[in-house]
């Protein structure tokens, strides 16, 4: 018999100052056995911070390899952006650069890592557009801390510094966004 998922709902007090986006989220985020939950928070990380109308997560989840773990479509089911996580191919985000107009990667690594292995295969389409987002280890740490089948938290970012509020704690980190070209 297959596993099945695990469903968190995760409710989020969004309050990104610096894209002028004011939302209260109330997310059912599905869990595949294998996914974990330290995934799971940069994956809802990414869907918050990257809010807007017409955002989606995925429906395969991992195990789909040609879905975006999150996605932007227009209101006609145009691809808008791919949003990816963690590390992935150079030949994925290739492809994703080739189907919408824009790309972003959500990580904790080393965006040196995703640069290194792009310039290994030559050449990624628009790798110059390619966003890498870092996501400071502190909030991935802090959700990956209190994940349970229910989860509050408040989320807000000004002036590019991201508080995240559990309870009682708060934890702040500043994003990096660099691309995966860098230029020249």
Known sequence: MA????VHRIVIDLSDVDRGVYEKLDLR?????????????????AYALSYEEGIAFSKGGLSSTDEA???????????????????????????????????VVFTELDPERLRKEARARGSVHRADEIEIVVVPAALVDAIERHLERHLELGL?????????????????????????????
């Open 3 to 6: 596993l099945q998922a695990t």
């Open 69 to 103: 773990p999150i996605s932007v479509r227009d209101a006609t089911g145009r691809l808008l952006a791919h949003l990816d996580i963690g590390a992935p191919s150079a030949e994925r985000l290739h492809r994703a650069a080739k189907s919408c107009e824009r790309v």
């Open 29 to 45: 985020v599905a869990r595949h056995p294998s996914e974990s939950a330290r995934w799971l928070a940069l994956r809802t990380l």
């Open 156 to 184: 807000s970012r000004n002036d590019g510094v991201v508080y995240l509020t559990i309870g009682k704690e708060t934890v702040e980190g500043t994003l990096e966004t660099v691309k995966l070209e860098p230029p020249v």
